[in-house]
Structures are given as structure tokens and as C-alpha cells.
């Protein structure tokens, strides 16, 4: 079990986009081990890696269908399906502008993945394009559950079974969204898909359902809404934001910045994450 806890981290730590395992903790006298025993936990919502922010400290938050609702029980690893998803250069000004303009409406915004006040980067161009659109999106395949460590091979191997070959296609955001997760905790100020790559990641959804339920793990949503998610605020503060977002998208369809697309990003493959390892699920496939 040591062996395997080195490999896969516990589901509690801090994840990292890399196969390589952590090296062992180093060994400590009686007296370090008391007074480390007096820390406390480290949050439970630890889903994702930080991503390189310099010297910037982070709390990382994960996306309304990512928020870990599940109590930490050693042995489990945190098991998350996803289509990886970058946001091209060309829209980050138009972006900017309207992050900006929401920001300074709801001040309570922050960063998703990281603990940084969003109307605090509106103040530098560089910053908010760098930390707030520059990252690693992820547009959910399935629930974040919890698996014991003999369930992992089995899940990987399904799923690269299953998804082996995936045709290349384009996924068009296209529509600004307010989500709440389910304890209604938090808000999240999304991006949704309901055009172009629908289908394909809703027949991808559908897949990854099939190898839940063959392990007894609980399926994605009954009706899903692919997005990703930019913003987060504590509680739930949907209808408001939901105003602002609608007054501020009809405000940019007038000036015609911003129309039917906000911008399309191309499928570039699937993830699993489990614990500190991220598994590539299949091959992408040219047309």
C-alpha cells in the first residue's frame, strides 16, 4: 500500500499533470512528527494542479461538476474524466474586456483554480490574460468520484478501450453561462457548449457513463451542459449574476464584438486524472 500511496498520491494532496511519482516524504524525529500532527488538514476541494503563477499562492478551486462533495477516506483517489481545452489569443481581448466589466459588478469573483481576486488582475492587462485565460481549461466528462486502488487499472483500461479512436472536431463556445454546484456553495460564471461539438461530447459523456456504472460509480448528469468554467464566488449568487451577465452580453452584441461564437477550440483528446496521475484516453484522429 506504500507503494501504491508513493505512485498515485492521496486523494487529499496536491495533484500534478505529471505520470512521475512523488518521492517519499524524508524521515522525521518523534518531535517533528507530533508537532506536524498539529497542522491542519489541507482543504478537501484539492482537485487540480496549480498552474505557474511565480511566487503567487493559490487555492485551488474546481469547476461546479469538479467540486469534490466527498469526505477524504484513505485508499480512495479522486478520479476525474475531461477534454483538456486552451483559449485561443485572438478572442482573449474581447475576453478581457467583458471579465473586466463583470468583475467590477461582483467584486466576490475570484479565479477558478486560483485563490486571486479577479477584479485585482483587471488592473493588469498581462496578469489577467496570463492567469485568468491563460491556463488549462477542462470541459467535464464525468462526475469527480472517488475509487479504491484496485479499481484503477480496470477504469483506465475501459476507458481506453472504449474511447480508443476519436475524430477530430471543433468545439464552439458559445454561449456565457452561470452555474451553481450542488450544495449551492458556489457560483461559477461559465462558458458553455450548445452548438458545434455538442454531439460528439455528449456521445463522449455517454461512454464514460458506461464504464461509472460498470464499476458501481455514480453516472454524470441526467441533462449534462458542457462548459468551462472562468470565475467562481461563495454561495449562490446565480440570479444576480445571471443579471449582470445578460445585461453585459446584450450590451456586446450591440457593439458586435462578440456574436454567435465567443471562440472554438479544437478537440485535442481526453484525460484521466487519479489522484497525482493523468492518464492520455485514446488517439485523435484527422479527418
Not at 476541494?45 to 496549480?50: G, R, W
Not at 493559490?58 to 475531461?82: D, K, M, S
Not at 478581457?96 to 475570484?110: D, I, Q
Not at 480496470?154 to 475524430?167: C, G, N, P
Amino acid at each position: 500500500m506504500d507503494a501504491l500511496i508513493a505512485s498515485y498520491g492521496d486523494a487529499s494532496s496536491d495533484d500534478s499533470d505529471t505520470d512521475t511519482p512523488n518521492p517519499p516524504p524524508p524521515q522525521t524525529s518523534n518531535s517533528q512528527a507530533s508537532s506536524t500532527t498539529l497542522l491542519p488538514p489541507p482543504p478537501l476541494f484539492l482537485l487540480e494542479p496549480p498552474n505557474s503563477l511565480g511566487n503567487m499562492e493559490y487555492l485551488q478551486i474546481g469547476q461546479a461538476a469538479r467540486v469534490r462533495t466527498f469526505p477524504h477516506v484513505e485508499g480512495n483517489y479522486a478520479l476525474h474524466v475531461y477534454i483538456p481545452v486552451y483559449i485561443p489569443s485572438t478572442p482573449k481581448k474581447d475576453l478581457a474586456l467583458f471579465l473586466k466589466k463583470v468583475a467590477s459588478l461582483v467584486p466576490s469573483l475570484h479565479v477558478v483554480d486560483v485563490d486571486v481576486p479577479l477584479n485585482s488582475l483587471c488592473k493588469d492587462d498581462q496578469k489577467l490574460a496570463q492567469v485568468a485565460l491563460g491556463r488549462e481549461f477542462h470541459i467535464s466528462l464525468g462526475r469527480t468520484v472517488p475509487i479504491r486502488v484496485h479499481q484503477i487499472d480496470s477504469v483506465v483500461a475501459m476507458l481506453r478501450q472504449k474511447l480508443q479512436f476519436q475524430r477530430q472536431y471543433l468545439i464552439d463556445f458559445s454561449k456565457w453561462e452561470v452555474f451553481v454546484n450542488d450544495d449551492h456553495t458556489r457560483t461559477f460564471l461559465s462558458m458553455e457548449v450548445n452548438t458545434g461539438g455538442l454531439a460528439e461530447i455528449t456521445n463522449q459523456i455517454q461512454v464514460v457513463n458506461e464504464v461509472y456504472r460498470l464499476h458501481n460509480l455514480p453516472e454524470f448528469y441526467k441533462d449534462p451542459r458542457p462548459h468551462i468554467s472562468l470565475a467562481w464566488a461563495l454561495g449562490d449568487i446565480s440570479d444576480s449574476l445571471k443579471r449582470i451577465v445578460e445585461e453585459e452580453m446584450k450590451r456586446v452584441n450591440v457593439r458586435g464584438s462578440l456574436q454567435k461564437c465567443i471562440f472554438t477550440s479544437k478537440f485535442s483528446g481526453i484525460e484521466c486524472k487519479i489522484g497525482q496521475k493523468t492518464y492520455k484516453i485514446g488517439k485523435v484522429q484527422d479527418d
